[in-house]
């Protein structure tokens, strides 16, 4: 089954009428994100981020740009793309791992080796596009996203591993699940079990998110830009600090139990330009400092959107 999935990849059958086909059901894929409030109020907010990065395009694209694909431009994107010099393949479990080179190696030895795929990208600056961005659908309670817009500095590596903790780390501290603030509002019910936070940061984009239900988004947003304020003023909780640390450490340790976790992360952290156990180090050298430090780098006003959909 792994020699058939390589070969799969390796070697596409494409036709205009299987292309033909697939636009069809991508074109109504398309139109059922348009109604999906997660969906929206989560590509608004990107949009409310960045004014040009790629990143701000929903990935399903439109109607009108599937409708100029045929078969030779997905050709064209696969010889680009879908290659041995741009692929990575990890195999975790009961495997013997020189039958898993041996595969790997007979399926890519008829590949011509290529130079790496030079991506351009549009010039970004640090200012976000909008800092607020609203939409009306079919929702029973106000739904929202409330973004900042980062800067990776020119980190690779393990700086830039090394920054998204501790932008997690503080997101955690400030209105995570066990912080004084989401309990306030969770009693007050202002936020529900709905309530997430979520950090991406690449070597040419970077934000962190967080979001869910509320009747009421612009007070979560005023109550949580209190508490930031608060803590640039007033410094962090050095104790609790540490303790998330560790408790980050657990999370990283408790992924080995599954094979899905393992080889997800190898590749996440494979494109970051760092191996998996480096999260090990980070959490070792991770300090209070540091942290404070991030958090005035990271959490600046003018780098904060909000992206709301309300009910109809």
Same mark, same amino acid.
């Given at each position: *089954?792994? *020699? %058939?999935?390589?070969?799969?990849?390796?070697?596409?059958?494409?036709? +205009?009428?299987?292309?033909?086909?697939?636009?069809?059901?991508?074109? +109504?894929?398309?139109?059922?994100?348009?109604?999906?409030?997660?969906?929206?109020?989560?590509?608004?907010?990107?949009?409310?981020?960045?004014?040009?990065?790629?990143?701000?395009?929903?990935?399903?694209?439109?109607?009108?740009?599937?409708?100029?694909?045929?078969?030779?431009? %997905?050709?064209?994107?696969?010889?680009?793309?879908?290659?041995?010099?741009?692929?990575?393949?990890? /195999?975790?479990?009961?495997?013997?791992?020189?039958?898993?080179?041996?595969?790997?190696?007979?399926?890519? %030895?008829?590949?011509?080796?290529?130079?790496?795929?030079?991506?351009?990208?549009?010039?970004?600056?640090?200012?976000?596009?909008?800092?607020?961005?609203?939409?009306?659908?079919?929702?029973?309670?106000?739904?929202?996203?409330?973004?900042?817009?980062?800067?990776?500095?020119?980190?690779?590596?393990?700086?830039?591993?090394?920054?998204?903790?501790?932008?997690?780390?503080?997101?955690?501290?400030?209105?995570?699940?066990? *912080?004084?603030?989401?309990?306030? %509002?969770?009693?007050?019910?202002?936020?529900?079990?709905?309530?997430?936070?979520?950090?991406?940061?690449?070597?040419?984009? /970077?934000?962190?998110?967080?979001?869910?239900?509320?009747?009421?988004?612009?007070?979560?947003?005023?109550?949580?830009?209190?508490?930031?304020?608060?803590?640039?003023?007033?410094?962090?909780?050095?104790?609790?600090?540490?303790?998330?640390?560790? *408790?980050?450490?657990?999370?990283?340790?408790?992924?080995?139990?599954?094979?899905?976790?393992?080889?997800?992360?190898?590749?996440? /952290?494979?494109?970051?330009?760092?191996?998996?156990?480096?999260?090990?180090?980070?959490?070792?050298?991770?300090?209070?400092?540091?942290?404070?430090?991030?958090?005035?780098?990271?959490?600046?006003?003018?780098?904060?959107?909000?992206?709301?959909?309300?009910?109809?």
């Amino acid at each position: *089954s792994f *020699s %058939l999935l390589l070969d799969y990849v390796q070697n596409p059958y494409i036709t +205009q009428e299987s292309v033909e086909n697939e636009k069809g059901i991508i074109g +109504q894929e398309i139109m059922m994100y348009q109604d999906n409030p997660g969906w929206k109020v989560y590509f608004n907010l990107l949009r409310a981020l960045y004014e040009k990065h790629p990143v701000r395009i929903d990935i399903a694209g439109t109607i009108d740009s599937i409708s100029r694909i045929d078969r030779d431009t %997905l050709y064209k994107c696969y010889n680009t793309f879908y290659h041995p010099s741009n692929m990575i393949v990890v /195999a975790v479990g009961d495997v013997e791992p020189e039958s898993v080179f041996s595969k790997v190696e007979a399926a890519i %030895l008829h590949k011509e080796p290529r130079p790496p795929v030079n991506r351009i990208y549009p010039e970004e600056t640090a200012a976000i596009s909008s800092d607020y961005v609203e939409e009306h659908l079919a929702v029973s309670i106000p739904m929202f996203r409330l973004g900042f817009k980062g800067s990776c500095h020119g980190e690779t590596g393990i700086g830039l591993l090394m920054y998204e903790t501790a932008v997690r780390l503080l997101l955690e501290l400030l209105i995570g699940r066990s *912080s004084e603030l989401f309990e306030q %509002l969770y009693k007050e019910g202002l936020l529900n079990s709905s309530f997430g936070i979520d950090v991406s940061f690449e070597k040419q984009y /970077a934000f962190s998110v967080m979001g869910g239900e509320s009747p009421d988004p612009m007070q979560v947003r005023e109550r949580f830009c209190r508490t930031l304020e608060g803590a640039r003023n007033h410094g962090l909780d050095k104790s609790a600090c540490e303790r998330l640390v560790r *408790s980050f450490r657990g999370r990283f340790m408790r992924q080995f139990n599954s094979v899905e976790r393992i080889s997800h992360s190898f590749i996440t /952290a494979h494109f970051k330009g760092v191996n998996m156990f480096d999260y090990l180090d980070v959490y070792d050298k991770i300090s209070f400092e540091y942290i404070n430090e991030v958090l005035h780098d990271h959490f600046k006003t003018e780098s904060l959107a909000m992206s709301v959909i309300r009910p109809v």
